[in-house]
Nanobody, 119 residues
């Protein structure tokens, strides 16, 4: 199994920046894609960005041009750089990792880190 721990959330003013980081441990060799999702109270958890082991990225429209996802395979970490933050970016941000075990796939989630953007 994979364990994920996020860090880097906090309070920032609109227009500011934050960098989230996620460290993976456990059976990390099977991880093939990592990503960030976010959730606000009463709403579903939405994709922010994903990155494959080879570095291919995918962004939600709301993140394009402002957020950058990166991955360090040697350190088993994935980061999300968020620039030009807006109040609507306020949410709990969750790290996610999908692993391929040869016969089935499984995903893991971190506990989340709060990002609050004040206007």
């Amino acid at each position: 199994q994979v364990q994920l721990v996020e860090s880097g959330g906090g309070l920032v003013q609109a227009g500011g920046s934050l960098r989230l980081s996620c460290a993976a441990s456990g059976n990390i060799a099977r991880i093939y894609v990592m990503g960030w999702y976010r959730q606000t109270p009463g709403k579903q958890r939405d994709l922010v960005a994903t990155i494959t082991k080879s570095g291919n990225t995918n962004y939600a429209d709301s993140a394009k041009g402002r957020f950058t996802i990166s991955r360090d395979n040697a350190k088993n970490t994935v980061a999300l750089r968020m620039d030009d933050l807006k109040p609507e970016d306020t949410a709990v941000y969750y790290c996610n990792a999908w692993s391929d075990y040869g016969g089935y796939e499984s995903d893991a989630w971190g506990r989340g880190t709060q990002v609050t953007v004040s206007s």
